[in-house]
C-alpha cells in the first residue's frame, strides 16, 4: 500500500545538486529550496480531483474545471518545512497551514514537540505535510501521528531527500502516506545525517550552526 515516488526531473535535480554545495550560499540555498518547492508542488497535486463549475467569461457562459473540495492544507514541520511552505504557497496561495514545531534531539535522535497549530476540519482535507529531510523519520511519524490524532487521513508527505531507513520506518508506520522526494540518498551516518545529503537544512537556510 505504502508508496514512494522519486522526482526526477531535470529542473529539480540540477537544483538539488547546487544545495548540497558546501559552497553554495545561504541565500541561493534559500531560493533554490523555494523553486524546487513550486516543481515538486505540480507533481504531488497532480492528481487533484476536479468538479465542473458555471462561470460567465466576457463572450459567454461555461463549465470549466475547479478543484474539487476544501481547501489543502501545507503542514510545515518547523524549522526547515518553512522552506518548502514558502514556495508551495506561491502555487497554491488560498491553501491553508499548519504549523508543527518539532526537532529531533541531538543525542536520541528523538522528536521533541513544542508547537501545534492547524486550521480545523483536517478530516476534510488533503494534507501535505512539508519538511525538506527524512532522515530517521522520527520527525515526520510524530507530525504525522499528531494530525491523525486532531482527524487528518487523507495526508501525503513531501520531501527534498530521504534516506533508506527513513523510507523504511515512515511507510511502515503510515502506509497509507504517499511519500514524495527528490532523492534517495545511500545511508545515514552514526549522527543521523543523511550521506551524502546536504548537512543540516535548517542551519543551512537560517544561518545557524
Ligand atoms: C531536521 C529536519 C527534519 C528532521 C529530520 O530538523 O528539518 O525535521 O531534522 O530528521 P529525522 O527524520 O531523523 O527526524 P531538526 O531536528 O534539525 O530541527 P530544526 O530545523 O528545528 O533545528
Ligand atoms: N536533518 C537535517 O537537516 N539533515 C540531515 O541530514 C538529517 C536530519
Same mark, same amino acid.
Given at each position: 500500500?505504502?508508496?514512494?515516488?522519486?522526482?526526477?526531473?531535470?529542473?529539480?535535480?540540477?537544483?538539488?545538486?547546487?544545495?548540497?554545495?558546501?559552497?553554495?550560499?545561504?541565500?541561493?540555498?534559500?531560493?533554490?529550496?523555494?523553486?524546487?518547492?513550486?516543481?515538486?508542488?505540480?507533481?504531488?497535486?497532480?492528481? #487533484? +480531483?476536479?468538479?465542473? @463549475?458555471?462561470?460567465?467569461? $466576457? &463572450?459567454?457562459?461555461?463549465?470549466?474545471? !475547479? /478543484?474539487?473540495?476544501?481547501?489543502?492544507?501545507?503542514?510545515?514541520?518547523?524549522?526547515?518545512?518553512?522552506?518548502?511552505?514558502?514556495?508551495?504557497?506561491?502555487?497554491?496561495?488560498?491553501?491553508?497551514?499548519?504549523?508543527?514545531?518539532?526537532?529531533?534531539?541531538?543525542?536520541?535522535?528523538?522528536?521533541?514537540?513544542?508547537?501545534?497549530?492547524?486550521?480545523?476540519? #483536517? +478530516?476534510?482535507?488533503? @494534507?501535505?505535510?512539508?519538511? $525538506? &529531510?527524512?532522515?530517521?523519520?522520527?520527525? !515526520? /511519524?510524530?507530525?504525522?501521528?499528531?494530525?491523525?490524532?486532531?482527524?487528518?487521513?487523507?495526508?501525503?508527505?513531501?520531501?527534498?531527500?530521504?534516506?533508506?531507513?527513513?523510507?523504511?520506518?515512515?511507510?511502515?508506520?503510515?502506509?497509507?502516506?504517499?511519500?514524495?522526494?527528490?532523492?534517495?540518498?545511500?545511508?545515514?551516518?552514526?549522527?543521523?545525517?543523511?550521506?551524502?545529503?546536504?548537512?543540516?537544512?535548517?542551519?543551512?537556510?537560517?544561518?545557524?550552526?
Amino acid at each position: 500500500m505504502a508508496s514512494v515516488s522519486v522526482i526526477g526531473h531535470p529542473m529539480i535535480q540540477h537544483k538539488l545538486t547546487i544545495m548540497r554545495d558546501k559552497d553554495t550560499s545561504i541565500a541561493s540555498f534559500r531560493r533554490l529550496l523555494r523553486e524546487i518547492a513550486h516543481l515538486m508542488c505540480y507533481e504531488v497535486t497532480r492528481d #487533484l +480531483e476536479l468538479e465542473m @463549475i458555471p462561470i460567465e467569461t $466576457p &463572450m459567454a457562459h461555461m463549465e470549466s474545471p !475547479s /478543484i474539487k473540495g476544501k481547501k489543502l492544507v501545507f503542514a510545515s514541520i518547523l524549522r526547515a518545512g518553512n522552506g518548502l511552505l514558502d514556495g508551495m504557497l506561491d502555487l497554491v496561495p488560498a491553501a491553508r497551514v499548519a504549523h508543527i514545531g518539532i526537532y529531533r534531539d541531538h543525542e536520541t535522535l528523538e522528536p521533541v514537540e513544542y508547537y501545534f497549530k492547524a486550521p480545523s476540519n #483536517l +478530516e476534510d482535507r488533503l @494534507i501535505i505535510v512539508v519538511d $525538506p &529531510m527524512l532522515a530517521t523519520a522520527n520527525s !515526520s /511519524i510524530a507530525a504525522v501521528d499528531n494530525l491523525k490524532r486532531r482527524g487528518a487521513n487523507n495526508l501525503r508527505f513531501l520531501c527534498l531527500l530521504a534516506a533508506p531507513e527513513g523510507i523504511k520506518k515512515f511507510t511502515e508506520a503510515h502506509p497509507d502516506v504517499p511519500v514524495f522526494t527528490a532523492a534517495i540518498d545511500s545511508h545515514l551516518n552514526e549522527k543521523g545525517y543523511i550521506v551524502p545529503g546536504l548537512g543540516d537544512a535548517g542551519d543551512r537556510m537560517y544561518g545557524t550552526k
